[in-house]
């Protein structure tokens, strides 16, 4: 039976994730070519294509990274294909470079960027805002508040973007990436053929004597698309009170719901922005002129707020306006948070304080999970170089590695950084370095900084962690992989022969589960100077079971003879294992059987899974 994605018809109903909804839109504009680098809050938009790839009227791919995944885009949009490439907020920042040239180039066939944004940083290593990309590169953007409008806005935001020949941003957030409601479908079209590539080097080759002219019509462009904002259905104008609330993505929702549970919505005036670069400057205006004061609200930084300052300033309006000075630059909005503060503004009684008491929970932090084969790396590598080296740590699950007792990362810029700016630490300082990133981050961006530790001539040690998979955003293949969800990779590429090619010699492979060995092949590493290169291979079990279909056939157990001293929990903290009383025990259900703490405790003993 078809997906009813794919199938659905016009007027269905679905209850779908928010990404569920982009992918659904994305088909019924007839897409063509998706490109993406997993990221999360985006990951299940990739995730989904490609679990219909079988079976859907596109082509889709992961790309090694996101710069690459927006050229490739970008190359199918240039021939006339309606492209979607998806990402996280920060990986924005690694196709910045061809992103700002595509604002110039344009996009005949039309190219949507999903950039999921993460206010709070509940997966990301910052909450930038890349709205502001929008504004540096002159990029139309579309902010969904429901599913139904990330469906919509996908959708339109495709087509837009064709009609226009420019790329669009779609930018959305955790909350809207990840909430769940109602979506009803509309047609989906064959997507047909791409129009192929039409030359036109004074259109596609921006040398400074052909980008000057472009920027120009870039210009053009948006004008065009400031008057299609204008007239925008997602843009409105709700409300004549007195109180102007003006507000964009995610925030629209917040807005809504604090005034339909207040009952203040007949004291307010309510902008409500889903298309809102570029600024649909008449409807702003005539909002301004309507009420007394505006309150921004709108997560992050004052993007909407400076654009409506500088609209009040130069029509020489005497309307105040609130926005940041009263509501938090940093991370994610509430209702209640939203409520307090129209209160505020209207000079209305705040509600009473909850008096409930809230039970003190304890923290629970992410950890490695049990029989991850990164805590045996970063187990054996610390019982060689201890706490003399300095860890430089990447993106991934291996990051969980900061904690204790591993305490293996100890600092981070972004991702493929470890090799590179682990190489600064030891060029700057003259101390040990061990570099630590994963197999995905490895053909991400770990190449490069390989090839520079060769050229300089860096004293460095890179372990590549290598689990088979792109475990921490779903397990998604890279180059490096043999087998995926959906079928066999036939032609692998080999991380070994990847950096013997760029000039590394010293070279091991190692099981980290084989501890012995694990051990031997970092001591014989820690005498040699220069650039080596430790691969650690094992696949992550949740991924070995998921595609492989491989179980160990046993578990571990805490023996009789167990002294309580705990050494197993405390140099290993595996969160199968606990205490159970004044001894160690190990929860049949969690364990993986890697068999690791085996090796740590002579009192712990393997026996048959089930048994």
Do not use: W
């Not at 400031?226 to 995610?250: D, F, H, W």
Request: charged share 20%; proline share 7%; hydrophobic share 40%.
């Amino acid at each position: 039976m078809a997906n009813p994605l794919l199938a659905g018809t016009a007027g269905d109903t679905h209850l779908l994730l928010g990404n569920e909804a982009i992918v659904r839109g994305a088909v019924e504009a007839g897409i063509q070519v998706v490109t993406c680098y997993p990221g999360t809050p985006s990951s299940e938009v990739p995730d989904t294509f490609y679990r219909l790839s079988p079976e859907g009227k596109y082509s889709f791919e992961y790309s090694v990274n996101e710069k690459v995944a927006l050229e490739v885009a970008a190359g199918a949009t240039l021939a006339g294909a309606k492209a979607l490439c998806t990402m996280k907020h920060v990986g924005v920042n690694v196709a910045a470079d061809p992103l700002m040239t595509l604002c110039y180039v344009g996009a005949p066939g039309g190219l949507v960027l999903l950039s999921a944004d993460d206010p709070g940083c509940h997966s990301s290593q910052n909450e930038q805002d890349n709205r502001i990309y929008a504004r540096l590169g002159s990029m139309p953007v579309l902010e969904p508040s429901t599913a139904q409008e990330a469906k919509d806005m996908a959708r339109d935001g495709i087509l837009l973007s064709k009609k226009h020949g420019a790329p669009l941003l779609l930018r959305t957030t955790t909350r809207v990436n990840h909430l769940r409601g109602p979506v009803e479908f509309g047609d989906a079209p064959d997507p047909g053929k791409a129009e192929g590539f039409q030359r036109n080097p004074s259109k596609y080759v921006p040398i400074p004597a052909f980008a000057r002219p472009m920027h120009l019509a870039l210009m053009e462009r948006m004008e065009a698309l400031r008057e299609e904002a204008e007239k925008s259905p997602y843009n409105t104008v709700t409300g004549k009170g007195t109180l102007g609330i003006a507000c964009s993505g995610i925030s629209r929702a917040y807005v809504a719901d604090a005034l339909a549970e207040s009952g203040l919505a007949d004291k307010c005036t309510v902008l409500d922005l889903g298309f809102s670069n570029p600024l649909p400057e008449t409807l702003c205006l005539d909002f301004l002129k309507s009420v007394d004061k505006v309150l921004v609200v709108e997560e992050l930084e004052p993007v909407l707020e400076n654009d409506l300052r500088v609209l009040a300033q130069k029509n020489e309006l005497d309307v105040k306006i609130a926005g940041k000075d009263v509501l938090p630059r940093n991370g994610e909005f509430s209702v209640t948070m939203v409520d307090d503060v129209i209160r505020e503004q209207l000079g209305e009684p705040a509600l009473p304080a909850c008096d409930c008491v809230q039970p003190e929970l304890p923290m629970r932090p992410p950890n490695l999970c049990a029989g991850c084969p990164h805590r045996g790396t970063y187990f054996a590598t610390k019982q060689v170089f201890g706490d003399e080296a300095v860890y430089s740590s990447d993106i991934g699950c291996y990051t969980l590695g900061i904690l204790p007792p591993l305490q293996a990362a100890d600092f981070l810029v972004c991702m493929g950084s470890s090799i590179s700016a682990g190489g600064g630490v030891a060029k700057a300082s003259g101390q040990t370095v061990v570099a630590f990133l994963g197999d995905s981050t490895f053909f991400h961006s770990g190449l490069t900084g390989i090839a520079n530790a060769v050229f300089n001539k860096h004293d460095i040690l890179v372990v590549i962690l290598d689990n088979r998979t792109t475990a921490m955003t779903g397990h998604q293949p890279h180059p490096g992989v043999d087998k995926t969800v959906i079928g066999e990779n036939d032609n692998p590429l080999s991380i070994e022969e990847a950096v013997r090619g760029l000039g590394v010699t010293e070279v091991r492979n190692v099981n980290p589960f084989n501890q012995k060995k694990t051990l031997a092949a970092l001591k014989e590493l820690k005498e040699i100077k220069g650039v080596r290169v430790l691969i650690a291979r094992e696949p992550c079990p949740l991924y070995a079971r998921r595609v492989y279909k491989k179980v160990a056939p046993q578990v571990a157990y805490v023996a009789e003879s167990c002294a309580g001293r705990f050494d197993c929990l405390d140099k290993l903290a595996c969160p199968a294992m606990y205490k159970d009383g004044d001894k160690a025990a190990v929860n049949p259900i969690l364990c993986n059987g890697c068999m690791l703490c085996l090796q740590v405790c002579g009192h712990i003993k393997a026996k048959k899974r089930g048994s």
